[in-house]
């Protein structure tokens, strides 16, 4: 009878023993079978001194063996199987992370299968560029038509064929961003091993900890604590010299993942995230290491076909069925997994577009490398012009692909006042330029400004929160007792009143400001041309404050051209690609667009809380 339901894992001191509740018993033999033996399974992973409280994972380093950095003609000759099943972001990331990858290419086979034509380009430039460095390769193309399943299986061939000890497959969502992950799971010497692997901020990730009764997932009682890392412990831990670049930098300090506390002959390392475990779950896919054995063998060769399942699941349940054990590893942190869920190739740069699903790598790439420098304590912002300041804030591969995106999309206004994208369809100042929701990227651009802009607003004018969080969520940073014209009926009225009142005795003093500013956020690319555009008149923004990001080089892509702030009589003509302007939109920066006299000058204009 299954007890599974009666049973719970306890701990005495620092062991682990199972308690049966309803017999209140403690059992010496425990036994699984049918279902019941993933229940056992995932109890193995504590039981008989496997883990305790005190010292974490017990039986971790059980059969591993070391692989030392001076004799690299003793690792074992393991195939790499890369798998593009669909279009997947920051796939260039992906594919120069597998090349990071520490172990040595002298030693490694690679085994490239790319379903996606979209990617065909990239990929086929890193193969060019990359693969003679490695022992052998075989590229599968869109154009073969091989479905993914039988390229799995062809993987596996192509890894007997080359003699290989280990076939490390490896989908196109899987990062690895430590660049020893294939070296230590070599090392750890076990039938199938996966690296914990998951999307930032999620508990999505690669491995199950139970499967439920129609086989899909379910999530096991230390599933939060695995993927948490609430099983991780600190430890001192005693490395040999040859695995010393594991841990630390080249100048001999500890990299950020490690603290050192003696360096000397041998290295002793206080560091949580050596310990972890090793897990013993029924399911695991997007990246894992299979020792050869499993592989030569007809009864235990994967098989990733099977009653019409997908090949992670065909995978997975054929493996529990025929007892082949799977591990996933948390000792270290290995990597993330990317979310391609509403990847949209049909976009021009699409990776531009994925700063909700995959923010961290949208930063890696697209945010400027000095951006995270403005809030230095010992950093003052550059003040070109009185309260104009100067900011890096993307990466000049983001001004290059947001130029891309515009021109792709082509429909630039023609620079008259006449706009029906505006409601009342009048523009006061126009320019020729894309709005942001004409190529779709408003949403992203909204989020952008809430995240990296705002900071560096708030960072410069002190007392300024541009989000009314009052009136939308009834919250007031600076609270007094009042009442608002809106609930007296008087607010039309009031609004008449600055009208006809206030805004002659305002125009005699800050010239030039009229103030009919639009009622929403205006965010666009604007394309200035000798032939086109070339300047624009003095005005004032709509704007609280107003960003402005030049995406080309002045002197390069184009000449002339920057902004003149006439109250100060003072120009800014030399902003770098992906660094920011801010200043005041209203009253005190009147300014205008310099003439472009040659070339074509971009940027990107939000006019913040109008």
Avoid at 331 to 355: A, K, M, S, W
Avoid at 480 to 486: E, N, W
């Amino acid at each position: 009878m299954d007890q599974s339901y009666n049973i719970e894992l306890r701990f005495k001191e620092d062991e682990a023993y199972l308690q049966n509740t309803l017999y209140n018993t403690v059992p010496m033999i425990i036994h699984g079978n049918g279902p019941a033996k993933l229940v056992l399974n995932s109890l193995g992973n504590y039981l008989a001194k496997a883990w305790n409280p005190e010292e974490g994972c017990l039986n971790c380093w059980d059969n591993t063996i070391e692989l030392s950095e001076e004799e690299q003609h003793t690792y074992p000759p393991i195939l790499i199987a890369i798998f593009i099943d669909k279009a997947t972001p920051f796939l260039e990331e992906f594919l120069n992370k597998i090349y990071r990858q520490t172990y040595p290419k002298s030693k490694l086979h690679l085994f490239v299968y790319n379903n996606e034509v979209n990617h065909e380009k990239l990929v086929q430039n890193w193969i060019d560029k990359f693969s003679g460095q490695y022992k052998s390769k075989k590229v599968i193309s869109p154009s073969d038509q091989i479905d993914p399943a039988t390229a799995r299986d062809l993987s596996l061939n192509y890894c007997l064929l080359k003699e290989c000890s280990g076939h490390f497959f490896i989908e196109s969502v899987a990062h690895l961003d430590n660049e020893h992950t294939l070296k230590l799971l070599v090392e750890q010497q076990r039938s199938i091993v996966a690296p914990l692997l998951l999307r930032p901020g999620q508990s999505w990730s690669n491995f199950w900890g139970a499967v439920a009764d129609n086989g899909y997932y379910a999530r096991s009682s230390d599933y939060m604590e695995i993927i948490e890392n609430k099983r991780r412990f600190l430890y001192l831990h005693l490395i040999s010299p040859s695995r010393k670049h594991e841990w630390m930098q080249p100048d001999g300090t500890a990299k950020p993942q490690c603290q050192s506390v003696i360096n000397l002959n041998w290295i002793i390392i206080h560091n949580q995230l050596l310990v972890g475990g090793l897990w013993n779950v029924p399911y695991i896919a997007n990246c894992y290491l299979m020792n050869v054995t499993i592989i030569s063998h007809a009864e235990t060769r994967p098989v990733f076909v099977a009653n019409e399942l997908d090949p992670d699941m065909s995978f997975a349940i054929t493996n529990r069925q025929k007892g082949i054990f799977m591990y996933v590893n948390n000792r270290l942190e290995f990597g993330h997994l990317v979310n391609p869920e509403t990847y949209n190739i049909q976009y021009t740069n699409p990776d531009l577009y994925e700063l909700f699903n995959n923010k961290i790598d949208w930063e890696n790439r697209y945010l400027h490398v000095n951006y995270s420098n403005n809030f230095d304590e010992d950093n003052k912002p550059a003040q070109p012009c009185t309260d104009v300041y100067r900011f890096p804030i993307v990466s000049p591969r983001f001004t290059r692909e947001f130029i891309e995106i515009m021109e792709a999309f082509g429909q630039w206004s023609d620079g008259s006042n006449q706009d029906n994208r505006l409601q009342g369809g009048y523009e006061n100042v126009p320019t020729r330029d894309i709005h942001m929701n004409q190529v779709n990227y408003e949403r992203q651009w909204l989020h952008f400004l809430k995240e990296y802009v705002r900071p560096l607003q708030e960072l410069v004018f002190l007392g300024y929160f541009h989000d009314d969080d009052r009136l939308d969520s009834g919250y007031e940073p600076v609270p007094t007792r009042d009442i608002h014209m809106t609930q007296v009926g008087l607010h039309e009225t009031w609004l008449e009143f600055l009208r006809i009142y206030v805004s002659p005795l305002q125009e005699m003093v800050f010239l030039g400001y009229y103030d009919y500013p639009p009622k929403s956020l205006m965010n666009f690319v604007v394309r200035y041309k000798p032939d086109e555009q070339p300047s624009l008149r003095p005005h004032h923004d709509s704007s609280t404050y107003t960003i402005n990001i030049a995406l080309n080089k002045a002197g390069v892509d184009y000449e002339g051209g920057g902004c003149r702030f006439i109250r100060y009589n003072c120009s800014v003509t030399d902003t770098k690609p992906g660094w920011m302007l801010m200043h005041p939109g209203r009253l005190t920066h009147y300014h205008e667009g310099l003439l472009v006299t040659k070339g074509t000058r971009y940027i990107m204009i939000s006019f913040v809380d109008p």
